[in-house]
């Protein structure tokens, strides 16, 4: 039996499109390409995650592992961020996060076409804030959790989306979660 595949994510009536929500680069549309496991973080789930953050992240170091779309990655630049890195390893993906730092003219975005956990086991950066929301359904966010503390600076924090409930990996308290539709989703603290 073949599994139904998600509707594409949709912003204004657009297929692949996703929405900056807050910030310097508020109301402006990304596009991103069709694929498997790409589920934008809707716009209700983002604006939870940065009323927790406390909306502005100055300064702040941030990684988006599995990029995607780059609604995370984006958004965090958009409220101030000094430096997003995203990881993708898709080529059309990675080509339209390239075009959408151009069009916004983020130039403290760094774009990176890499494997995420083979990246994170050779990097030996630390990060303010790590979001890690790999494709829907897939059991990658357990991998990258096991490896997550090294690359958090003291107090960093962690923002998790998978399928199943988030469990908080030693080193780590979960300080909020919530669900939206079959998403679950946690933002932890390092000890």
């Not at 949709?10 to 390409?33: E, S």
């Not at 069009?103 to 083979?118: E, F, K, P, Y």
């Amino acid at each position: 039996m073949l599994a139904k595949q998600a509707a594409p994510r949709r912003a204004h009536g657009a297929a692949n499109r996703v929405r900056i929500i807050g910030g310097q680069y508020r109301r402006r549309l990304l596009d991103f390409p069709d694929g498997a496991g790409l589920r934008p973080t809707p716009d209700r789930v983002r604006e939870t995650l940065f009323n927790w953050l406390g909306q502005d992240l100055p300064g702040w170091a941030c990684l988006d592992l599995f990029a995607g779309s780059g609604a995370l990655g984006f958004e965090a630049a958009s409220r101030g961020a000094g430096r997003v890195v995203m990881i993708e390893r898709d080529l059309k993906a990675a080509g339209a996060l390239e075009k959408n730092r151009a069009v916004l003219g983020a130039n403290q975005v760094d774009i990176l076409r890499a494997d995420a956990l083979a990246w994170l086991a050779n990097s030996r950066e630390t990060f303010d804030l790590i979001f890690v929301d790999p494709p829907f359904d897939s059991d990658l966010a357990g991998a990258v959790l096991a490896d997550l503390a090294r690359h958090l600076k003291p107090g960093g924090h962690a923002y998790i989306e998978q399928g199943s409930e988030v469990r908080a990996p030693d080193g780590f308290i979960i300080h909020r979660s919530g669900r939206a539709g079959r998403s679950h989703f946690a933002l932890l603290i390092k000890e």
